[in-house]
Each structure stands twice: as C-alpha cells, then as structure tokens.
C-alpha cells in the first residue's frame, strides 16, 4: 500500500516557475514507477510525466517537454515536479501517482488527492 499526498501548487503568473512535490509512505517506494498527471476543467486527465524507480528513465508529454522535469529522492520518500516556464494552458489540478510498471500506465495503482496549478496570464 502507498500513500501519496501532494503540495506545492498555487498561484502563478504565465512564465514563471513552481515545484509540486509529492510524499509517499511506504516501505517500497524505490520499487515504484512514479509519474505526475493533470485534470484541467472539462478535460480529461492527462499524463505529464514519469520516473522510473532508480531515477535513470524519465519521460514527458510532449506538451511539457523542455519545461517540466521530474525527480525522485529515494531515500526521502519524495518525488517531484519542476515546471518552468509555465503557460496558461498548464491550469490543472496536478496529480501524483505510483504504479509498479514502467512506462506508468494511464490507470496506476495509486493516486494522491491532487493539488491545484493556476496560471495566470
């Protein structure tokens, strides 16, 4: 069983930056593909990017590619988010996610409670 709690949304104006940051419990959370997925208003969720257990693999949506970066902290439990230059666009609520394959699969095992991304323009 894992648990994932989000935090780190806001507020921002269109080029500016934010990082999401994800906690998970669980003794096995290096076992776990890692990923971040976005719902914005009327759309469905969508998949932004993901992380490979040790870290060495990653990709992005190519709607994020070259803005976003994901990260993980083995040790810490913690896996990230860096969004930069952000557009309008990018308004979501933002979810975190774990599943035990790799690619992440449009339906992991485990999601958090979301956190919401505005961006103003």
């Known amino acids: 069983q894992v648990q994932l709690v989000e935090s780190g949304g806001g507020l921002v104006q269109a080029g500016g930056s934010l990082r999401l940051s994800c906690a998970a419990s669980g003794r096995t959370f290096s076992s776990y593909t890692m990923g971040w997925f976005r719902q914005a208003p009327g759309k469905e969720r969508e998949f932004v990017a993901a992380?490979?257990?040790?870290?060495?693999?990653?990709y992005y949506a190519d709607s994020v590619k070259g803005r976003f970066t994901i990260s993980r902290d083995n040790v810490k439990n913690m896996v990230y988010l860096q969004m930069n230059s952000l557009k309008p666009e990018d308004t979501a609520v933002y979810y975190c996610?774990?599943?035990?394959?790799?690619?992440?699969?449009?339906?992991?095992?485990?999601w958090g409670q979301g956190t919401q991304v505005t961006v103003s323009s």
């Open positions: 996610a774990a599943d035990l394959v790799f690619p992440i699969r449009t339906t992991p095992r485990y």
């Open positions: 992380i490979n257990w040790s870290g060495g693999s990653t």
